[in-house]
């Protein structure tokens, strides 16, 4: 069982930065997928950003050119930066992770609230 707690979350002004880290329990070289998901009031969770454990990333449209998700496997840790932020990024941000035949680990979740 994967305990992931997420951090870096906060205000701040559209335009502004911050990076979110997620920590993992035990080591990650076994999550095949980690990445980010967020849900605002009203809507439903969507993805933002992926990275395998090769190091591919998949990015949402929305957060493309803005967002780089990174993994540091020596640290057990996932990064998102998101730079350029705008009022529509803000949202509670997840930490998503995978491993072969296993559910789907989630953390509880860090507030990103840009104001404009």
């Known amino acids: 069982q994967v305990q992931l707690v997420e951090s870096g979350g906060g205000l701040v002004q559209a335009g502004g930065s911050l990076r979110l880290s997620c920590a993992a329990s035990e080591t990650i070289f076994r999550l095949n997928i980690m990445g980010w998901y967020r849900q605002a009031p009203g809507k439903q969770r969507e993805l933002v950003a992926t990275i395998s454990k090769i190091g591919s990333t998949n990015y949402a449209d929305s957060v493309k050119g803005r967002f780089t998700i990174s993994r540091d496997n020596a640290q057990n840790t996932v990064y998102l930066q998101m730079n350029s932020l705008k009022p529509e990024d803000t949202a509670v941000y997840y930490c998503?992770?995978?491993?072969?035949?296993?559910?789907?680990?989630w953390g509880q979740g860090t507030q990103v609230t840009v104001s404009s």
């Open positions: 998503y992770a995978r491993a072969l035949l296993e559910s789907p680990y």
